[in-house]
């Protein structure tokens, strides 16, 4: 199925500071969902991105869906310590039997205050 | 509250045995996934099931079978555990294609 590449793996950064996570297809999307797990916790669904070119935003997370629908990102504007997690995009993969999500390997993202 | 339940919260398992994970919903998803998570893998898909009655191979299936003979049920059965089998599993829910998935709380299995 179609995979998607995250990154960076982890990032490190003071309260307050912004931080990106990007991710990248070889393909043409037809849609993306990002999810946050917490440390210790399950994956909680943030948001879908279906449109090219599509901003949608939630408090200081920022989602992008790229003009070509190959690439997505998601920015945190002035990181808390409850923004501490691991955020992973997905996307739908198709096959004879069905469809299900194919998750990026995440970011984890650690903020010291 | 309407959601995912998983059960056992966490197992030690002798390799050879038999266990079965247990996952119900309450929400009338139609589609239902199970996935392994291990560090530095992230999510992998082992099995799914779009609708009752019907399921698929995802991307790490061997070594574990399901069923869905209903719409709430969704149990994940590893016939003869082995080490590599030790992980943390998630079942996961969902309305459909276009819909955001529903996690439970995960079952911690340790394989020795």
Known sequence: GQQVMQIPQYQHVQEGEDFTTYCNSSTTLSNIQWYKQRPGGHPVFLIQLVKSGEVKKQKRLTFQFGEAKKNSSLHITATQTTDVGTYFCSIISNSNSGYALNFGKGTSLLVTP | ?112
């Not at chain 2, 247990?22 to 992998?44: F, I, P």
């Not at chain 2, 016939?79 to 079942?91: G, W």
Request: charged share 15%; net charge positive.
């Open chain 2, 1 to 112: 509250i309407a959601g995912i339940t998983q059960a056992p919260t966490s197992q030690i398992l002798a390799a050879g045995r038999r266990m079965t994970l247990r996952c119900t919903q309450d929400m009338r998803h139609n589609a239902m996934y199970w996935y392994r998570q291990d560090l530095g893998l992230g999510l992998r898909l082992i099995h799914y099931s779009n609708t009752a009655g019907t399921t698929g191979k995802g991307e790490v299936p061997d070594g574990y079978s399901v069923s869905r003979a209903n719409t709430d049920d969704f149990p994940l059965t590893l016939a003869s555990a082995v080490p590599s089998q030790t992980s943390v599993y998630f079942c996961a829910s969902s309305g459909g294609p276009t819909y955001g998935y529903t996690f439970g709380s995960g079952t911690r299995l340790t394989v020795v």
